[in-house]
């Protein structure tokens, strides 16, 4: 059974592409050491400078682990100038995937 983390960002406006970049060249680098990291998916809503982070895990206790070790902390802490609010984070587990 795998899980998901989901984060939810509010950009500033005219910062969409910049946090697209960031997270190609320094969050997916770094969710590749992570111990049980599957991939991700980042969604983005230019009308409403909003994106959305999908992370999935092989297991809670990997998705918890990147957590407890900073790595996601670090990575959110790299978009702090661009945010214009808090993140919001979710967890689910996964129970239904087609590729």
């Known amino acids: 059974m795998s899980y998901a983390r989901i984060t939810t960002i509010q950009v500033q406006a005219g910062k969409i592409d910049e946090a697209v970049k960031l997270y190609r060249e320094t969050a997916i680098p770094a969710a590749r050491q992570q111990k ?26 990997d998705l918890k682990a990147s957590e407890e070790n900073g790595y996601y902390q670090e990575q959110l802490a790299k978009f702090g100038p661009m ?16 590729h």
């Not at 945010?83 to 087609?98: Q, T």
């Open 36 to 61: 049980g990291y599957l991939g991700t998916r980042l969604f983005v809503d230019r009308a409403t400078n909003k994106g959305m982070a999908v992370t999935r895990w092989a297991s809670e206790a």
């Open 83 to 98: 945010l214009a609010g808090a993140p919001a984070r979710e967890v689910f587990e996964i129970v239904v995937e087609d």
